[in-house]
């Protein structure tokens, strides 16, 4: 955890199909924010640690997101990957008045 917390505005909530995810450049970090069906959201780095695959264009659901490019799966809360020492680094994200919120 960064004891530097800022917080950014990515804009409209809608931006993001529900049961997807959108890929954003916040300062100098890329970050994916999934949108689930249920609408929880969710935010990760956004290159898988694998092969450095887009995360945000996996399949998203049940608080999960498989990667695009061999399907490793990553818990979208805590980062924990499937596969042994593999995890992402997850951000704090929320939405207010139908904007999406997230803190780095
Ligand atoms: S790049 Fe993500 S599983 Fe290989």
């Known amino acids: ?9 990515l804009g409209s909530v809608e931006k993001i199909p529900l049961g997807q995810g959108r890929c954003y450049l ?10 689930q069906r249920d609408g929880r959201l969710f935010a990760t780095q956004s290159r898988c640690p694998h092969k450095q695959g887009p995360l945000a264009e996996g ?3 049940g608080g999960k997101v498989i990667c695009p490019l061999h399907a490793h799966k990553f818990d979208l809360q805590s980062g924990t990957g499937s596969e042994t020492g593999e995890c992402v680094k997850v ?5 207010l008045r139908g904007e999406l919120l997230l803190s780095l």
């Not at 955890?1 to 505005?9: A, I, K, L, R």
């Not at 916040?26 to 949108?35: L, M, N, W, Y």
């Open 1 to 9: 955890m960064s004891n530097s917390n800022q917080t950014f505005n």
């Open 26 to 35: 916040v300062g100098t970090e890329e970050i994916a924010v999934f949108r």
């Open 59 to 61: 399949i998203v659901g």
């Open 91 to 95: 951000f704090a994200v929320c939405e």
